[in-house]
């Protein structure tokens, strides 16, 4: 997509609307990756941080916390000006990551939330490195790394993927329930989806196919090294 065409979208701009952009599930082996963007006025703003919007980590990953997320996401999408998401499935995050190009991803999927967007003055997006390369089109982008910790329309982003990250990934944790039982862990490499993992391969032998392939999951047993990368895991992002 061309970024030109969305910086033409811009030329009439309301300079009381401010859009944050965020990502949720860059990490996870399990799972989507979710964008989303969320614009705010001075009167929705104001109204969100008093609401307790703030940075969804800031929340962990307890159930209470979960839920706190999910019911502030619906505060944010009642309120907000205007709120999307883009989810990129695993498929994508696997053909992005096979060509070291992740971040190439996220540029895309938030150049479809600007151009969606209405017409704001300010962008502001969390992730200096990952989005700063967009400014050369869009000067009224911000790229600033911990975005979501300094500005409310990114921390409202943030917890609209996170919330559906969540949710997504509570939906393919009910799936394995009845066979495996609990789906611990969040999606990430760690023991607990490890040991989901090599008990799907033992059982099936292959990983489920919400499992990106790109990621390393080294000392599963069983596992074809076809079916999964000898790479290191993506850079994560700055926090």
Not at 68 to 81: G, M, V
Not at 156 to 173: G, N, Q, T, V
Not at 180 to 203: C, H, K, P, Q, W
Not at 207 to 221: C, D, F, I, N, Q
Request: charged share 25%.
């Amino acid at each position: 997509m061309s970024i030109s065409i969305i910086q033409s979208v811009f030329a009439h701009m309301n300079e009381d609307l401010v859009l944050g952009i965020d990502e949720a599930g860059r990490g996870p082996g399990i799972g989507p990756m979710v964008l989303a963007a969320v614009a705010l006025d001075d009167a929705s703003r104001t109204f969100l941080e008093r609401a307790g919007v703030r940075d969804s980590k800031d929340f962990g990953s307890s159930v209470a916390g979960k839920k706190s997320r999910a019911r502030l996401a619906s505060l944010i999408r009642e309120h907000a000006c205007w709120t999307a998401v883009e989810v990129c499935e695993v498929a994508d995050v696997d053909a992005y990551v096979a060509r070291s190009a992740l971040n190439q991803l996220e540029r895309e999927r938030a150049c479809l939330l600007i151009r969606r967007a209405p017409k704001c003055a300010r962008i502001i997006a969390d992730g200096h490195t990952l989005f700063s390369p967009m400014t050369v089109e869009l000067p009224h982008l911000e790229a600033v790394d911990r975005a979501e910790s300094v500005h409310t329309a990114v921390a409202a982003a943030s917890i609209c993927a996170k919330a559906l990250r969540d949710e997504l990934f509570e939906a393919i944790a009910q799936r394995y329930q009845p066979e495996f039982g609990a789906l611990r862990g969040g999606g990430y490499v760690n023991t607990a989806t490890l040991a989901f993992v090599g008990e799907y391969v033992r059982r099936h032998g292959q990983l489920p196919p919400e499992a990106r392939k790109s990621w390393p999951w080294h000392g599963v047993p069983g596992l074809d090294q076809d079916n999964s990368t000898t790479t290191a895991l993506p850079v994560p992002r700055v926090r």
